[in-house]
């Protein structure tokens, strides 16, 4: 399994919006809407930010976004606040219970 | 609340073995399905391997199949990771993560780090 593709990087200034793509194949985001978001602040576990594709789980602010297109997804961060800067992940089902992390965006707050 | 606390981990040599642990609590650990996922020091977030909940059914990545085996305690709320013909490119933080009710990860514990010397 490869892993699911993602920039290595985007900044924003704070009150802008940001977008994160996540690019896999018709093996697992093509052929699956289970596609997860994590943030991770440094030294810490990831937290689960987006399921499904585009559902927030209780408490997470609506500031946070997914979609999902063919076999790429996308994670938007709207209202850019210095809290958001950290290291996020997509993940997705990839078919057999075997899953597949893209390779982690670290997002940069101006 | 959901709480998993893994341990376990450590410094071991080439070619030696480990065990992992990890604590739930907070939650009817027997009902769900567990993962194992892992992070190289200043890399991202890899797949290792998943259990269901009764512990009959495991599936690992192919980077760890043969030499990892992955299984649980429901009697004492505990999910292990047992690592054997450890590689120095098993070295890595190993969290241990609980599966959502639709084939998602959602909690993850605090992570244990695991060194392999050559």
């Known amino acids: 399994q490869s892993a699911l593709t993602q920039p290595a990087s985007v900044s924003g200034s704070p009150g802008q919006s940001i977008t994160i793509s996540c690019t896999g194949t018709s093996s697992d985001v093509g052929s699956y809407n289970l596609l997860s978001w994590y943030q991770q602040h440094p030294g810490k576990a990831p937290k689960l930010m987006i399921y499904?594709?585009?559902k927030r789980p209780s408490g997470i602010s609506s500031r946070f976004s997914g979609s999902k297109s063919g076999n790429s997804a996308s994670l938007t961060i709207s209202g850019l606040q210095a809290e958001d800067e950290a290291d996020y992940y997509c993940?997705?089902?990839?078919?057999?219970?075997?899953?597949?992390f893209g390779g982690g965006t670290k997002l940069t707050v101006l | 609340e959901v709480q998993l606390v893994e341990s376990g981990g450590g410094l071991v040599q080439r070619g030696g073995s480990l065990r992992l642990s990890c604590a739930a609590s907070?939650?009817?650990?027997?009902?769900?399905?567990m993962h194992w996922v892992r992070q190289a020091p200043g890399k991202g977030l890899v797949w290792v391997s998943r259990?269901?909940?009764?512990?009959?059914?495991?599936i690992y990545a192919d980077s760890v199949k043969g030499r990892f085996t992955i299984s649980r305690d429901n009697a004492k709320n505990t999910l292990y990771l047992q690592m054997s013909s450890l590689r120095v490119e098993d070295t890595a933080v190993y969290y241990c993560?609980?599966?959502?009710?639709?084939?998602?990860?959602?909690?993850w514990g605090q992570g244990t780090l695991v060194t392999v010397s050559s």
């Open positions: 993940c997705s089902y990839a078919g057999s219970s075997t899953w597949v």
């Open positions: 993560a609980t599966e959502g009710s639709g084939y998602f990860i959602d909690y």
């Open positions: 259990i269901n909940s009764d512990g009959s059914t495991t």
């Open positions: 499904e594709g585009s």
């Open positions: 907070g939650f009817t650990f027997s009902t769900y399905r």
